[in-house]
Structure formats: structure tokens, C-alpha cells
């Protein structure tokens, strides 16, 4: 990269530019008119404009400023036509013209980030000083070509955390709230996907802590379920990745955070472009091929306390037209309890091909295995004897997972892109164990025990067209979307084999099963979102979304009545077939306002909706009773905040949200005819929740101006303070009761230090009580799924160095060995308390080359 910077007090000051039309931006430049010839009708305006700028420069008080630039190839020096330049913290793209030239104007005195962008061209960041009107001359290197790799001091996101653009791709995220994690540049346990260290900066969410290795991510927010995330449209690469997303919309694959470049999360404003869901959008970003070489090798083995070995190998590179990144993982683990031996196998490929200048094709495979080992819940005096104690040593749990992308992207033209993805999830989920509603029960290996086969057939297809347009002397960028969706998941539970093995067969299935479903869904969805620019520093960002829906169910669900010996005296075989079909539409708007490149303050509100499964309906559960007349949640989400960046120094997002939810499902304790203590999932009644989610990370030796090149110390702060009511219930006993899953006070900070290639965080957790169910329930009971989820708090220690091609981390999560729990399961992989963790070492070798 080359980079010269020349300064001159009274240089011409351009118009505004115009990054959604950039031919205008580049005729009203004086720059894009230095190739008229003398004596033209353009050559005299152009110079009657500069004469006029510059008399107007004259005048004194002005303290703005004009940015020009020449961007040139490197080795050709050619004039780069088309290149993005993106001033950091602005909402403005300007593009250089034919001459490769390019006009920032009205820049106050300060520090700016730079980015420039370039089909075919290595991206640049540079960071400068404006005091006066300034003229650069940039070189970029041609992506064609293998180079050595180049360190840049200056990048994006030098935090943990960061925020979405108002447009990045073909999506619109302005005025909606929205956080990006940067696992690189984090100090955190990524070899076990500890969410609590790796989404310690998203303000509010609530993470369920199910096994030591990560398998599966279990976060939820505002009151949210978070039961294997399925409050979330959860995506890998902007597809889906989940069991179902209308009939089972739980997420059993969760991809290694090794393997990740960003994580985004949109909140419930995300409906209209990525489903209904309360929760929002959830997308995992893989890391990208590296373009500057042919081959790059990666490999990461990480040991650990009670057993743990994780091995994760990738490769990278780029081959003229043709680039690639596949990675394997194998991760293996004995638990902090007994009976929680683990083995899971995580195999990943993409392959990009670049058919011209402005289209490129990829393909994506992913699959993942698991065989888990349950340990089985705990009642609330079990917990309190020894939390580490199980009496469950059949119970498993085995998943096969299988995803599949196509996609086209498509630079129509300056203003215009297109994306298309065709997607296919083929998995299965397998638990087979001994369950009873008495977690206390002593096993035997005589018993039957209970096994749940699920297998899923799903594909779909997702288009998109974005084009930035002018309407009179406004900005505009207009989205339109099409989705369908097919999703197909066979449903069986009945009896399993006796024994301690994993054999998932079922015994007699002809007339042991208790139910045997087929639920073939499809969606059909039409969405369009809309940001008007009204002046440089306010948009508005309306937006629609039409959904059709139709679920259906066919299958039987049986009942088995045996005697006090065991023995069956009668079957009963009932056949339902259920279809539903509904349309229905729901809206958004978005208001943003930008007075400076590096202070917004936005607000939206957006309806949400989230339908019955009927999968859920028909699972036999011992401490559960379904009530076969749910209907489906409808309601709404809003967010009002301010945030901002503030020189690599400074990072916030302050916001008010609430969600009004109503029909919400949940379950609520009650008698049944025998006196014994049952749950109920039925629709609850109308819940509201509304709160303050603040997250802040300063630079601290940058904030006091004494920080030598070589060290670094930031601190952040996540607090999330959130009240929650039901409103209104038909349940008595329920209306004025906390909503579950909601603490009312949640705490994640920390600090970061580093001195040269040394870096450490400590990281400290707490929440307060929360509840279970909706009744408020204090006490577990015999069962343990109901009740309180007490307090707790937890802190985690990590350490890393690099050295060239060499990385050495360590860590120790839970550092004073807490003994609590996040989650009181209502069925696999309990019923009952599920102790989280206690305290474990690792260590981490990585080499890159």
C-alpha cells in the first residue's frame, strides 16, 4: 500500500458527495472535471464553481474542511474506477469516478479512518489528521497477485464488540440495534465456545450453560426462552441452520467459534428481513479464504481439565478465480460430573468462484456428530448435598447434522446488487434415557427407557435485489425479498431398550410407540424495507413483511396403561391429522439521527409473531401436560437508544427497549387428579417487559493520553436492569407475576490489558434471582424443574501470546469455583437442576503458516 498526503490551506472546497449516485458526485467535483478540454462550456463552469469556492473559502470562521483523493493500481498505476470509500463512522459511501478521484467535503479539524474498496483489489485502511483541506494519493495492490501480508495498526474494531452499518450487503440494518462480536479480538476460551466469555458484551442476554464444551448454545433476552436459542432465527452465513425454523425452530449445531469471523445479532427489529421471531436474528459469520496466498494452514490443540482435548485444523487460500476455507474440529471431553463424556466431530468447506468482475458463485458444506453422555438433573436438596453427584449413567444423546448452501451475488451495476441462496438442512436428533418426574429414583438397568427420534428434511430458497436510488435531492436505498421455505420433520417417541449402551432402536415399535408424527411445513414470504435519507444526518427506515404459513400435523400419539407389575393391559392408538394455514402481515419503522460521523441516536418499533409447533404438542413428557388448544404468540418490540465511537478510545450503546408479548406460552405448576405436582405449557396471557441494556468499553491509557506504543488497558461494563410483568392471565394466580427467564438485574464486565504481544482479560458475571415458571414458584420439589434459579456470580481469567507464526493461551473459567446453575430442565437432558460447571484449566498450542 502507498499513501502520500498533501495539505493546502486554500484548496477548492467540492459539494457534497453523493455515494448512492456517484456519476453526479463525480460531475459536480472539480476534480472529475479535470479531463474536459480548455475552452468547453464544462471547463468555464467548472471554473466560475472553483472561483466561487474559493472566495467562499475565504471567509473566516470556517472550520471545515475538504478531503480529496486519486486512488491508482499499484504496479499499473491505472486510475481505480468504482471504489468504495467508506469514511468510518460515517453513513456516507463515496465512489471514485473514472479518473480514480474521489471528495470528502465539510470535515471538522480531527482523526478519520479511511477504508477503500475495489473489485479486485486488496482492501486499504489508513487513519489521518485533517487540519486543513488535505489531498491524497492512494495505491492499491491488485488481490490477483500473491503478496506478503501486511500488519495494519490502524483496524476496525480494535474492541470486542461493534455495530452493524445501516447497509452491508444486500441487508439494511439502520436504526435497528444491532451488535457484532469480533472473536479475534477477544482474550477468551474459544475452544469450548464459552458464551459467557464470548457474548459477555451484548447487553441483557440470558445464556443457559448446558455442557463444558459448547455443543450447543442455549441464549435468550427480555424474556425469552433460551432453550437451545430458539427464540432466535438463527443462521450460519445468512441461511438457516436449525432443526425447523416454523416447526422445531431449536438450534442443535452451534459452529466453532474458532471458525468465526463475526457474530451478528439484530434485535426484534430483525422480523422483517429474517423471519417474525421476538428474539431477532442470530448469524454466524465464517471466516473467509485469505486472497493473498495460495495456501495458509492453521491449527489449534487445546487440553483442559476432566479430560478435555479440542483439535481444530483449517486451511485457507486463493487460487486465480477460485478461493477456499474448509476446516475439521474434534472435541472430546469426560465433564465436571459423572456420566458426561462427550465426542463431537465438526467438518466445514466453502469454496468461492468469481465468474466475472462483478459475479461470483460459492458452495458451502457443513457437517457435525455428536454422541453425549447425559448426566441427568437434580432435585433441590440433591443439588445443595453435592452438586456434582449423578444417579443417571443410560442416558444419551446423539445428533447428525448436515448443511448445504448455494450462492450468487450479483454487482448489477453501481447502485445495484443481487443475492440468491438456495439452502438444505438433512440432520437427526436421538435422546434415549430414564426420565421419571422423581429425579431422586435410583436407576436400574432393567428399566425401559424412553427414546425421541427426530429427523429433518428441510431446503428453501432466499432472493434479494438492494439499489440505491436519488428521489429529488434525497438518498434512498430500497430492498426487496422473496423466501420459501419447505421444511419436513418425522417425530417419534416410544420405548427404548433396556441397558447402558446408546442404541437408539425402539423396542416393538408396532405397539410401544407413544407417538408417531410427520409435520411437513412451508412459508412463502415477501419483504421490502426502505431507508430515506432526509438530510445528511437524519433517515427513516419503514419496512414490510407478508408471511404464509401452513403447518400441518398427521400422525397418531398412543397411550400405554400397564399394571402395578409392569405388565401392559391396554394400547390406545389415536390419529389426528391438523392442518393450518394463515397469512398475515406485519410492519416496522426505524428513525435515525446522526449529527457527527461518530454519535447516533435511533428508535425503532416492529411486531413480532412466533407460531405453535405442533412437535411440541405432541411429546410425551412424565412431568408435562400439553394443552392441545395453544395458539400462536403475537406482539410487538420497540428499542430507543443512543450510541457511538469515539477515536478508538470510546465505545457505548445506551438503550430503552420493550416487548409486548402477547399469548405468551409457558408453563405454570398445577394438581392432577392423584395430588402430584404437574407442569402445564399453555398460552399464559399478555406479558410485558421493559428495560435498560447499556454496554460501554473505554480505551483507558488512549483516554488519558499516556499510552506508550507498547501497552494497552481497557475496561467494559454490561448492564442490562429489566422489569417484567404479566398483565393480563386467565390463569389464576399468574396476573402480576415476574415473567421467567428475566433477571431483573444482569452484570458482565471486565478489563483487558496487553503489553507487546501479551495480552489478559478478567471477566466478571452476575445475575440475580429469576424464575422458571410462570406461578412464581419458589421450590423445585421432587422433580426440580420448577422454581427459583438463585443468584449467582461468576468471574473467568484468560491469557494469551504470539509470537510470528506461534500462539500460546490459557484460561481459567469459574476462577473461584462457584457452585449454581442457569437452567431447571424440564426434559433432556434432565428433568431438573443442571449444575453448570466448576473450575477448569486450559491451555491452547495454535501455529499459523
Avoid at 718 to 735: D, K, T, W
Wanted: charged share 20%; with cysteine; hydrophobic share 35%.
Amino acid at each position: 500500500m502507498k499513501l502520500k498526503v498533501y495539505r493546502s490551506n486554500f484548496a477548492p472546497k467540492s459539494p457534497k458527495g453523493d455515494f448512492l449516485n456517484p456519476d453526479v458526485a463525480a460531475s459536480k467535483s472539480p476534480l472529475g472535471d479535470l479531463g474536459a478540454k480548455p475552452g468547453s462550456r464544462t471547463t468555464l463552469g467548472a471554473l466560475y464553481i472553483f472561483c466561487f469556492l474559493f472566495l467562499f473559502n475565504l471567509s473566516p470562521g470556517i472550520a471545515q474542511h475538504t478531503l480529496r483523493g486519486l486512488v491508482r493500481e499499484k504496479t499499473t498505476r491505472v486510475p481505480v474506477d468504482g471504489g468504495s470509500v467508506y469514511l468510518k463512522g460515517s453513513r456516507n459511501i463515496f465512489m471514485t469516478d473514472s479518473l480514480g478521484q474521489f471528495t470528502i467535503p465539510n470535515l471538522k479539524t480531527g482523526t478519520y479512518q479511511l477504508q477503500f474498496f475495489s473489485l479486485n483489489h486488496k482492501p486499504f485502511k489508513t487513519e489521518l489528521t485533517v487540519r486543513a483541506d488535505t489531498t491524497l494519493d492512494i495505491s492499491l495492490e491488485s488481490s490477483e497477485k500473491t503478496l506478503r501480508e501486511v500488519t495494519v495498526t490502524a483496524q476496525q474494531g480494535s474492541f470486542g464488540m461493534t455495530r452493524l452499518r445501516e447497509v452491508e450487503g444486500t441487508a439494511i440494518f439502520a436504526a435497528k440495534k444491532s451488535e457484532v462480536i469480533l472473536p479475534d479480538n477477544l482474550v477468551a476460551n474459544l475452544a469450548t465456545n464459552n458464551a459467557r466469555q464470548v457474548y459477555a458484551r451484548v447487553a441483557g442476554l440470558n445464556i443457559w450453560e448446558n455442557d463444558g464444551g459448547g455443543l450447543q448454545l442455549s441464549i435468550g433476552g427480555r424474556g425469552l426462552d433460551p432453550n437451545r436459542t430458539s427464540n432466535f432465527n438463527v443462521r450460519q452465513n445468512g441461511y438457516d441452520i436449525s432443526a425447523d425454523a416454523l416447526g422445531y425452530p431449536e438450534s442443535y449445531y452451534t459452529p466453532p467459534t474458532e471458525a468465526l469471523k463475526r457474530i451478528k445479532i439484530v434485535r426484534g427489529a430483525a422480523s422483517l428481513q429474517y423471519g417474525t421471531q421476538f428474539g431477532g436474528l442470530l448469524n454466524f459469520e465464517m471466516r473467509q479464504p485469505v486472497t493473498d496466498r495460495t495456501v495458509e494452514v492453521t491449527s489449534r490443540q487445546t487440553v483442559g481439565s476432566f479430560g478435555f482435548f479440542n483439535s481444530f485444523n483449517s486451511v485457507s487460500g486463493t487460487a486465480k478465480k477460485l478461493s477456499y476455507y474448509a476446516f475439521f474440529q474434534y472435541k472430546r471431553a469426560d465433564g465436571w460430573r459423572p456420566n458426561s463424556h462427550f465426542d463431537s466431530k465438526t467438518l466445514y468447506a466453502d469454496l468461492h468462484y468469481q465468474l466475472t468482475e462483478e459475479a461470483k458463485i460459492g458452495l458451502e458444506v457443513t457437517h457435525m456428530d455428536y454422541l453425549a453422555q447425559q448426566p441427568g438433573g437434580l432435585s433441590d436438596d440433591m443439588f445443595r448435598a453435592d452438586p456434582r453427584q449423578s444417579n443417571r449413567e443410560r442416558n444419551w444423546f446423539k445428533v447428525d447434522w448436515n448443511l448445504f448452501n448455494v450462492h450468487y451475488d450479483w454487482k448489477v451495476n453501481r447502485r445495484s446488487d443481487i443475492n440468491l441462496i438456495a439452502f438444505g438442512v438433512v440432520a437427526s436428533r436421538y435422546s434415549l434415557g430414564f426420565r421419571p418426574n422423581r429425579v431422586a429414583t435410583v436407576d436400574n438397568e432393567s428399566f425401559e427407557r424412553d427414546l425421541i427420534a427426530g429427523d429433518f428434511r428441510n431446503w428453501g430458497f432466499e432472493g434479494r435485489f438492494l439499489n440505491r436510488y436519488k428521489l429529488g435531492q434525497k438518498d434512498g436505498v430500497f430492498l426487496v425479498g422473496t423466501r420459501f421455505y419447505h421444511g419436513f420433520n418425522h417425530s417419534r417417541q416410544g420405548v427404548g431398550p433396556t441397558g447402558k449402551s446408546a442404541d437408539f432402536t425402539f423396542i416393538e415399535p408396532d405397539q410401544l410407540t407413544s407417538s408417531d408424527y410427520r409435520f411437513p411445513n412451508r412459508n412463502v414470504s415477501l419483504f421490502a424495507e426502505n431507508v430515506l435519507f432526509l438530510n445528511s444526518k437524519v433517515s427513516i427506515t419503514p419496512g414490510l413483511r407478508y408471511e404464509h404459513i401452513r403447518t400441518t400435523a398427521d400422525g397418531f400419539y398412543g397411550n400405554v396403561v400397564r399394571d402395578l407389575a409392569g405388565n401392559i393391559i391396554d394400547i390406545t392408538k389415536t390419529q389426528e391429522k391438523r392442518i393450518n394455514p394463515r397469512g398475515f402481515l406485519i410492519a416496522g419503522i426505524g428513525l435515525s439521527y446522526k449529527p457527527s460521523a461518530q454519535l447516533e441516536a435511533y428508535g425503532n418499533i416492529s411486531q413480532n409473531y412466533r407460531s405453535i409447533t405442533f412437535s411440541d404438542m405432541r411429546i410425551s413428557n412424565p412431568s408435562a401436560v400439553i394443552d392441545p388448544n395453544l395458539q400462536d404468540e403475537r406482539g410487538f418490540s420497540a428499542d430507543v437508544g443512543v450510541r457511538g465511537e469515539k477515536n478508538e478510545v470510546l465505545n457505548y450503546d445506551l438503550s430503552l427497549f420493550a416487548l409486548n408479548y402477547g399469548n405468551r406460552i409457558g408453563e405454570v405448576q398445577f394438581y392432577d387428579e392423584n395430588d402430584r405436582v404437574l407442569r402445564k405449557r399453555t398460552n399464559i396471557g399478555r406479558a410485558l417487559i421493559v428495560g435498560l441494556e447499556s454496554y460501554g468499553e473505554v480505551e483507558l491509557l488512549r483516554l488519558l493520553k499516556t499510552q506508550p506504543d507498547r501497552w494497552g488497558w481497557s475496561v467494559f461494563g454490561n448492564l442490562a436492569l429489566i422489569r417484567s410483568r404479566y398483565v393480563n392471565s386467565q390463569i389464576p394466580g399468574v396476573e402480576g407475576n415476574e415473567v421467567e427467564f428475566v433477571p431483573a438485574v444482569n452484570l458482565k464486565s471486565g478489563m483487558r490489558w496487553g503489553y507487546r504481544n501479551l495480552k489478559a482479560s478478567f471477566q466478571f458475571t452476575y445475575l440475580t434471582d429469576q424464575f422458571s415458571d410462570a406461578t412464581n414458584a419458589v421450590d423445585g420439589g421432587f422433580s426440580g424443574v420448577v422454581g427459583r434459579i438463585p443468584a449467582y456470580h461468576i468471574m473467568d481469567f484468560s491469557l494469551s501470546w504470539n509470537y510470528r507464526w506461534l500462539k500460546l493461551e490459557g484460561s481459567v473459567n469459574n476462577l473461584t469455583n462457584e457452585f449454581y446453575y442457569t437452567r431447571r430442565a424440564t426434559g433432556y437432558p434432565g428433568p431438573g437442576i443442571l449444575p453448570s460447571d466448576g473450575r477448569a484449566f486450559f491451555l491452547t498450542v495454535g501455529v499459523k503458516w
